[in-house]
Every structure is written in C-alpha cells, then in structure tokens.
Nanobody, 120 residues
Framework: QVQLVESGGGLVQAGGSLRLSCAASGSGLSINTMGWYRQGSGRQRELVAVITSGGSTNYADSVKGRFTISRDNAKNTVYLQMNSLKPEDTAVYYC??????????????WGQGTLVTVSS
C-alpha cells in the first residue's frame, strides 16, 4: 500500500506563486507515474500535470508555461511549482501515484487533497 501526503496549499494573490509537495510512503515502494489533479467547486477533477519515473512530463494546456512538475525519486516525492497563479486556478489539488502492487498488478493511490485559493 502507498500513502500520499500533500502539503503547500494556501491563499495567494493573483500573480503569486505556490509550491505543492506530495510525499509517498509505504513498504517496498515501486512508483511509476506521479501526477497532480485538481477539482474546482462544481467542476470535475482534471489533470494538471504528470511525470513518469524517467522524468517525462505532460501538462494541461491551461497551466503550460506557468506550472512545473518535478520529482525526487530517492525521496518518493513529487512537486508542483505554480507561478503566475490566476483565480481560475483555485481548486483542491490532489496528488496521484501509480505503483506496482504486485508483480502483475498496478494500482493508483490518491492523496487527501490540499486547497489552493487564488484571490483577485
């Protein structure tokens, strides 16, 4: 089993920056892709950014050029640097990790979410 703990959310003014962190823990960790998703009020959860174990990244069009995802494999931690924040970035941000549960089974783990509020 993998547990994810997010941190770094908060209130920031438009144009400001925040850095989210997500640390994975558990025995015998073998994590593949890690990513960040968000869910605004009354909206569906959407992909923000993902990063593979090899470092390849993919971003939602709405955050390209403003957000940067990175990871430290030694610490089993993924980060999301958010710059030039906009009010529409306000949401609960969730971390997700895809990991090997057994030799042939991969599962997803989700964090509890961290709230990011961007004021105008």
């Amino acid at each position: 089993q993998v547990q994810l703990v997010e941190s770094g959310g908060g209130l920031v003014q438009a144009g400001g920056s925040l850095r989210l962190s997500c640390a994975a823990s558990g025995s015998g960790l073998s994590i593949n892709t890690m990513g960040w998703y968000r869910q605004g009020s009354g909206r569906q959860r959407e992909l923000v950014a993902v990063i593979t174990s090899g470092g390849s990244t993919n971003y939602a069009d709405s955050v390209k050029g403003r957000f940067t995802i990175s990871r430290d494999n030694a610490k089993n931690t993924v980060y999301l640097q958010m710059n030039s924040l906009k009010p529409e970035d306000t949401a609960v941000y969730y971390c997700k990790a895809n990991y090997w549960y057994s030799e042939f089974i991969r599962l997803d783990a989700w964090g509890q979410g961290t709230l990011v509020t961007v004021s105008s």
